[in-house]
């Protein structure tokens, strides 16, 4: 009988060659590497999920297909997919943080996406404006009861799904933002949150100075990473919402700085299974 120590090492050598493979051909089908390798589709596709999430391969309808190393962003979907238990959690801890009242604004992020899908789960809201960018966003929050949604004005990315350029500068000009939850592809204690592109960045940029308190939406895995375009300077932070797997020695030194650390743990419910109390979501304050 195999155990499971066994079966982790026999997984991450059927895991290696579905990589060759892929790699070779630059795609293949899940009923052809089942049948080559000999084990069921099911198996094939948790395979592939798990190849997807550590940015081995990416995903397509019936199969995968090489990761195209010369895009600098890869589609919202395919981001969308991986890490998504971090950033559920950091999504509900995220929306606890959102005060009835308030102004605040979402960038078009995935890890800000499930943030929204959080702020809709909770009832009652009375009056919340969010403004985004983020075209999946704002279809997700539309016409909710006591939410009411504003996006600047730009150009549509379809990599990110959302509104970029300087025409989104006029009304975030005249607006106020009491918080602004932002995700990022890359953070560090030199660069700050940085982005992929620079004109994802740039709108970033315009949210960030139109907001009173920045609140930064990043896994672990984002952490140590500098992407191409800075957006948002460390000393520019209130406070950081991530995930337990995140270095201790660089959430200390974000307590040096007189910035907010809370480290969402496990949720009891996502938005899909129903609504989620406050106390469902459980965050740890770390703080000087």
């Given at each position: 009988?195999?155990?499971?120590?066994?079966?982790?090492?026999?997984?991450?050598?059927?895991?290696?060659?579905?990589?060759?493979?892929?790699?070779?051909?630059?795609?293949?089908?899940?009923?052809?590497?089942?049948?080559?390798?000999?084990?069921?589709?099911?198996?094939?596709?948790?395979?592939?999920?798990?190849?997807?999430?550590?940015?081995?391969?990416?995903?397509?309808?019936?199969?995968?297909?090489?990761?195209?190393?010369?895009?600098?962003?890869?589609?919202?979907?395919?981001?969308?997919?991986?890490?998504?238990?971090?950033?559920?959690?950091?999504?509900?801890?995220?929306?606890?943080?959102?005060?009835?009242?308030?102004?605040?604004?979402?960038?078009?992020?995935?890890?800000?996406?499930?943030?929204?899908?959080?702020?809709?789960?909770?009832?009652?809201?009375?009056?919340?404006?969010?403004?985004?960018?983020?075209?999946?966003?704002?279809?997700?929050?539309?016409?909710?009861?006591?939410?009411?949604?504003?996006?600047?004005?730009?150009?549509?990315?379809?990599?990110a799904l959302s509104l970029v350029g300087p025409l989104g500068g006029g009304l975030l000009e005249k607006v106020n933002i009491q918080k602004a939850f932002m995700g990022a592809a890359g953070f560090t204690l030199d660069t700050g949150?940085?982005?992929?592109?620079?004109?994802?960045?740039?709108?970033?940029?315009?949210?960030?100075?139109?907001?009173?308190?920045?609140?930064?939406?990043?896994?672990?895995?984002?952490?140590?990473?500098?992407?191409?375009?800075?957006?948002?300077?460390?000393?520019?932070?209130?406070?950081?919402?991530?995930?337990?797997?995140?270095?201790?020695?660089?959430?200390?030194?974000?307590?040096?700085?007189?910035?907010?650390?809370?480290?969402?743990?496990?949720?009891?419910k996502t938005p899909a299974q129903g609504s989620r109390s406050p106390s469902q979501s459980i965050a740890t304050d770390t703080t000087a």
């Amino acid at each position: 009988m195999e155990t499971s120590d066994h079966q982790t090492v026999f997984a991450r050598e059927r895991q290696q060659q579905i990589t060759r493979i892929v790699e070779e051909h630059g795609r293949a089908r899940v009923a052809d590497l089942a049948e080559r390798l000999g084990v069921s589709t099911v198996t094939i596709r948790k395979d592939l999920r798990v190849l997807e999430t550590e940015g081995r391969l990416e995903r397509a309808f019936g199969g995968a297909l090489v990761l195209d190393r010369s895009r600098p962003e890869r589609a919202f979907e395919v981001r969308e997919r991986l890490q998504r238990t971090e950033k559920e959690r950091i999504g509900a801890a995220a929306a606890d943080l959102v005060v009835d009242g308030e102004s605040i604004a979402l960038d078009a992020s995935t890890t800000a996406f499930a943030m929204a899908r959080h702020l809709k789960a909770r009832s009652r809201w009375v009056h919340l404006t969010v403004l985004t960018n983020g075209l999946r966003i704002a279809s997700e929050l539309a016409g909710h009861a006591g939410i009411t949604v504003a996006m600047p004005g730009g150009f549509v990315r379809w990599e990110a799904l959302s509104l970029v350029g300087p025409l989104g500068g006029g009304l975030l000009e005249k607006v106020n933002i009491q918080k602004a939850f932002m995700g990022a592809a890359g953070f560090t204690l030199d660069t700050g949150l940085s982005d992929a592109t620079d004109e994802e960045a740039q709108i970033k940029r315009l949210i960030v100075d139109a907001a009173s308190e920045v609140v930064a939406l990043i896994d672990h895995t984002k952490w140590g990473r500098a992407a191409f375009a800075t957006f948002c300077p460390t000393d520019r932070l209130t406070a950081v919402v991530t995930d337990e797997e995140v270095s201790g020695e660089m959430v200390d030194a974000l307590r040096q700085r007189k910035i907010v650390v809370h480290l969402a743990a496990a949720l009891y419910k996502t938005p899909a299974q129903g609504s989620r109390s406050p106390s469902q979501s459980i965050a740890t304050d770390t703080t000087a």
